[in-house]
């Protein structure tokens, strides 16, 4: 199990925030706080930091199965937070 490069996103405020956390918790991602750690489904688990100051979300994955690419992982989050913030 390898760990995925970092991403970040910018322009979260504490609305779209929210509204990430309630969209991920639908996909088996639960976001307890501004940082943490969260256990998803398959195998992945995911760093994530959410800056309020700045507005920025940062997440990486730190452990997932081989069957599921970083790719993957990665368009499902961006999926759910562009659609937010674009």
């Known amino acids: 199990m390898a760990a995925c490069d970092p991403i970040s996103f910018s322009g979260v405020t504490p609305q779209i925030f929210e509204s ?6 639908g996909k088996g991602f639960e ?3 501004k940082n943490g750690v969260i256990n998803g489904p398959f195998g992945i688990t995911i760093e ?5 100051d700045n507005q ?3 997440a990486q994955v730190i452990e997932k199965s081989f069957f599921v690419s970083c790719n993957q992982i990665y368009e499902q989050l961006s999926g759910a ?3 937010y913030i674009a």
């Open 48 to 52: 994530y930091a959410w800056n309020e």
């Open 31 to 33: 976001l307890p706080g």
């Open 81 to 83: 937070i562009n659609k």
């Open 56 to 58: 920025t979300l940062f």
């Open 20 to 25: 990430i956390r309630t969209e991920l918790a």
